[in-house]
């Protein structure tokens, strides 16, 4: 990963805060809608858990969907490159269910999953043709929030949209910048400069080669094509294929080739590139 440094800057050791990072929230686009539109705040919390944890989480094999799974790390690392943070907390899908069930409208930081946190992010999404969009909501202990609104995103844009959330909840004073920046930077709650000046994530070595290759390769699928995208996957083919995994490695060397799919049958090309295009969670972990 390259983490892309602001000049003249120094660094800030001043109270980092805890952060309870919440696995995202599968949701229909009705309730993302109706987020996206509210204020932020900890009533706002809890009806995200309720309206999203209503519908299923996990593919049918209980695995987690993936798209979501990347989705939760891209934010971790955004937050590590971008914030002043203490320790990062993550909360699954089972840790939000019990907290839906059992602590009904409580303050959400008594449950006992989040006391140790002084700021929890919620993320709800969709799946739409070959986009993903999501809402991410920062709350603090005391109070405060600040909500994010990615609009339509490829998965090679998710890492964007996540320094973009952290970048809002910096300009909100929800949390405070990684490095020192000017003043006026933050005044009003304005963020137009921030992003050219906080640090960021970029987890794809080489955005351009990954889209040209995902864009090229088409699968016909009952006289449809198909391209390898989150609704691809979100079909039920990722399973499929699951056990047919390749690393990046072999995608890098093989996307130079104009013919990747030349000898390999429709079902091994399909995994081949499915895997690599969901591999962002990989390459992330590599990367510590």
């Not at 989705?71 to 699954?92: F, N, T, V, Y």
Request: some cysteine.
């Amino acid at each position: 990963m390259n983490y892309v440094a602001a000049q003249d800057a120094s660094i800030v050791r001043n109270n980092p805060k805890n952060i309870a990072v919440c696995f995202p929230v599968r949701a229909d686009e009705p309730s993302l809608s109706q987020f996206s539109s509210q204020a932020p705040d900890e009533k706002l919390s809890w009806q995200f858990l309720e309206a999203g944890l209503a519908m299923p989480q996990s593919l049918p094999n209980g695995s987690p969907y993936p798209e979501a799974v990347s989705l939760a790390k891209l934010m971790e690392e955004s937050l590590r490159a971008r914030a002043e943070i203490g320790q990062i907390i993550s909360i699954d899908t089972d840790t939000l269910k019990a907290l839906r069930q059992g602590e009904g409208e409580a303050p959400i930081f008594q449950a006992a999953a989040l006391q140790n946190a002084d700021v929890a992010v919620f993320m709800m999404y969709i799946i739409q043709d070959s986009d993903v969009q999501f809402e991410a909501l920062a709350v603090t202990k005391t109070g405060e929030g600040a909500s994010y609104f990615s609009g339509p995103r490829s998965i090679f844009y998710l890492s964007d949209a996540t320094n973009e959330a952290v970048t809002t909840f910096i300009a909100r004073k929800i949390l405070v910048p990684a490095i020192q920046i000017p003043s006026d930077s933050l005044s009003s709650g304005q963020s137009s400069t921030l992003p050219s000046i906080l640090p960021a994530i970029e987890p794809w070595k080489d955005r351009p080669k990954y889209e040209q290759a995902n864009s090229r390769l088409k699968i016909a699928i009952g006289g449809v094509a198909v391209g390898l995208s989150a609704s691809f996957i979100c079909a039920g083919l990722w399973q499929t294929y699951q056990e047919a995994e390749y690393r990046n490695t072999a995608f890098e060397s093989a996307v130079t080739a104009s013919g990747i799919a030349t000898g390999a049958s429709v079902a091994v090309t399909v995994a081949f590139v499915t895997s690599a295009i969901w591999n962002v969670v990989l390459m992330l972990q590599a990367s510590h």
